[in-house]
Structures are given as structure tokens and as C-alpha cells.
T-cell receptor, first 110, second 113 residues
């Protein structure tokens, strides 16, 4: 089983749509969870951390279910500029390595 | 805003040649990392570095790879004898311990011919 598993997509959605990405992780000892965004041929950039209570940042909502080892990202009111690859990332410890999923590609069309 | 800087942005080399990729992490960060991403594949961990020594390395980081922090600011990744399969984007990163956020450089694209 992959350490971090994501549906690679691509997800093609119209502007204004709501889209949800899912991710599962295999190591129950994982401590920290993140969504990163990666534009084509660019470095990953932190989109948001994911907390057990769930958290929201504007149009973005992240959820964590530790029992199911499942992480989600919801994007509301999609913009053209949201087109990118969204990377699900886990860490076993605060200073430890990041373990990346394959990424889910989102294309938002006018 | 402080950032991680990497040089070169792109290097083309012949198989068997040595390559050094350079990184300047954010100045007050203490933990440094190298990751690589082969085109179309996921970002993979190579090595982490703290207090002037390797703290963790992956199976990819074999004897052909080494890291160094020669002068307190630069953090380098050396590949001794490059192979075709070393062609990838190499990302340096440094950690803000308080938030757990990793800051990535823009990457060095290595092409081995």
C-alpha cells in the first residue's frame, strides 16, 4: 500500500464549481498533515495545514479523520487560478521528512 | 519575505560527471532537506540535515550522493557520478520548526545526457 494515496485526476471543473479531493495515508503514527499546491514545473507551496477539528481558509476547507486515516480538501467557488496539482502530505514528526502523495490535478475552465 | 534560493536553475551534464547543486536556506532555520521530483512523478524525500549531520536519508540517497554545509550558509547536494535516471528537479527546503512548515526553493533541474 502506498504511504500516501491520492486520485491523480485530472479533475476538470467549470469556474464557480465546488470540488473535493481525498487522500488516504497508511501510517497511523503520522503526526502532521498538509495540503501543498504545485504549479507546473514549480516548487510545492504550503496551501494549508490540516487539523483534527477541521479548518477553513477562505474558500478552502480541510478535514482529517484519524480513525479512517483520511484527509480531504474542499475548494468552493473555483477560480481559474486554482488550476494546479494539489499534494497531500504527511509527516511522522515535526522535524521529520514530508511524505508526498502523487498529487491530484485540477483544471478550472471558464 | 525570506526565501530558500537554489542554484543553478538548470544544469545539463554528461553521464558519469559530478554535479553540485547549491542551496541557501532561510537564515534562522536549522533543519534542511533535499527532495527530488522526476518528471511526472511524485516528490520524493532524499535526505534531511541538522546540526551539521545527516539526520535521515532515503534508499535513493546512496553512496553517489552527499550533502554538506561548508560555510554555515550554503547547503549543497553532490552527485558523484551522474546516471540517466538522476535527471529530475531537485528541491531544497528548510523548516520553520514553530509551524512545521517546510519552505521550498524553486528547484534545480538536472538533465543527464
Amino acid at each position: 500500500r502506498k504511504e500516501v494515496e491520492q486520485d491523480p485526476g485530472p479533475f476538470n471543473v467549470p469556474e464557480g464549481a465546488t470540488v473535493a479531493f481525498n487522500c488516504t495515508y497508511s501510517n497511523s503514527a503520522s503526526q502532521s498533515f498538509f495540503w501543498y499546491r504545485q504549479d507546473c514545473r514549480k516548487e510545492p507551496k504550503l496551501l494549508m495545514s490540516v487539523y483534527s477539528s477541521g479548518n477553513e481558509d477562505g474558500r478552502f476547507t480541510a478535514q482529517l479523520n484519524r480513525a479512517s486515516q483520511y484527509i480531504s480538501l474542499l475548494i468552493r467557488d473555483s477560480k481559474l487560478s486554482d488550476s494546479a496539482t494539489y499534494l497531500c502530505v504527511v509527516k511522522l514528526s515535526n522535524t521529520g521528512k514530508l511524505i508526498f502523495g502523487q498529487g491530484t490535478t485540477l483544471q478550472v475552465k471558464p | 519575505e525570506p526565501e530558500v534560493t537554489q542554484t543553478p536553475s538548470h544544469q545539463v551534464t554528461q553521464m558519469g560527471q559530478e554535479v553540485i547543486l547549491r542551496c541557501v536556506p532561510i537564515s534562522n532555520h536549522l533543519y534542511f532537506y533535499w527532495y527530488r521530483q522526476i518528471l511526472g512523478q511524485k516528490v520524493e524525500f532524499l535526505v534531511s540535515f541538522y546540526n551539521n549531520e545527516i539526520s535521515e536519508k532515503s534508499e535513493i540517497f546512496d553512496d553517489q550522493f552527499s550533502v554538506e554545509r561548508p560555510d554555515g550558509s550554503n547547503f549543497t547536494l553532490k552527485i558523484r557520478s551522474t546516471k540517466l535516471e538522476d535527471s529530475a528537479m531537485y528541491f531544497c527546503a528548510s523548516l520553520l520548526v514553530e509551524s512545521g512548515e517546510l519552505f521550498f526553493g524553486e528547484g534545480s533541474r538536472l538533465t543527464v545526457l
